[in-house]
């Protein structure tokens, strides 16, 4: 009976061996592949890491690039500002200058048609006088002619002498009055 009873133990003792055995084959399967999964997840882990690192620097690289960029945005608006002002500058100075030197060209233009317009005025008058020259010389002439025509008929005396002298001076002022009227000239 001690023997049956031992054996009953020793059955239920390898039973729960044996199921101990299974429980613990199981946990090291499930061990096992909990390991391989982390493996699996450490490698993905880390490529993942890897990943995130060069995107990190991706980032920063990108970041910097468009620091540089923003810089030199800022520096070429800052350039365009400087030559729209210079631009302007230079171009109210060739305004300034176009317009002295129109009013320079416009001066020349009148000095020239205020000279071209004494000239015209001198021929003109050298004209006339020299007509009036002429007049006043054959005037001269025909009064000339006049006054010795009753001379040559009468020889003259002291006394007559001088009144025809006076005569012949007023003919002469006369003479020259009409020739001024006539050419509106008063030298």
């Known amino acids: ?54 995107r990190k620097k991706e980032m920063a690289f990108i970041i910097e690039v468009s620091n540089i960029a923003y810089e030199e945005k800022d520096n070429a608006i800052s350039e365009l500002e400087q030559l729209k002002l210079y631009a302007k500058k230079e171009m109210e100075s060739f305004n300034e200058t176009f317009k002295e030197l129109d009013e320079l060209l416009e001066e020349d233009r009148k ?24 007049d006043e010389a054959a005037i001269r002439k025909r009064l000339l002619q006049q006054h010795q025509k009753p001379q040559a008929a009468s020889p ?28 509106q000239c008063e030298d």
């Not at 003792?13 to 096992?32: C, G, S």
Request: no cysteine; proline share 2%; charged share 40%.
């Open 111 to 134: 000095m020239k048609e205020a000279i071209k317009a004494r000239m015209n005025e001198r021929k003109e008058k050298q004209a006339s006088e020299s007509k009036g020259a002429k």
């Open 1 to 54: 009976r001690q023997v049956k009873v031992l054996e009953n133990r020793l059955d239920r003792a390898l039973v729960k061996f044996n199921e101990a055995l299974h429980i613990n084959k199981q946990l090291r399967e499930q061990i096992d592949n909990l390991r391989r999964e982390r493996s699996v997840f450490d490698a993905i882990y880390k490529k993942l890491e890897k990943e995130l690192q060069e």
């Open 156 to 183: 003259p005396s002291a006394s007559q002498s001088q009144p025809d002298g006076q005569m012949t001076l007023a003919m002469y002022e006369d003479a020259l009055q009409k020739f001024r009227q006539a050419t």
